[in-house]
């Protein structure tokens, strides 16, 4: 049986929020933090995503190329997604 991975971006106050990104993501963005994400993703089988968290950042991994940010485009390209949601997709 293959691993599956659920995962969350979230700030110390609980928020997620996706109109915000830039100011949580951008400035803490470093090669060595690709790394680490490229690691912990490559050992996975597949991604349990939600609905909207699926439809925001697809189209935007999915015209990288397999090498943009540090590898980790291609992982998430090519990686099996399950994604929860209430209506079709």
């Known amino acids: 049986m293959g691993t599956l991975m659920a995962f969350e971006w979230m700030s110390a106050d609980g928020v997620f929020d ?5 100011e949580w993501w951008d400035p803490y ?13 490559g050992q996975v089988d597949g991604f349990l995503m939600g609905r909207t968290t699926f ?9 990288l ?12 390209t090519h990686t099996q ?4 949601s209430t209506r079709p997709i």
């Open 81 to 84: 997604k399950y994604v929860v």
């Open 55 to 63: 439809e925001m950042l697809e189209p935007y991994w999915s015209q």
């Open 18 to 22: 996706a109109s915000s990104m830039g």
């Open 29 to 41: 963005n470093s090669p060595s933090r690709q790394e680490c994400i490229k690691q912990t993703y």
């Open 65 to 76: 190329t397999d090498q943009a940010m540090g590898g980790v485009a291609g992982i998430l």
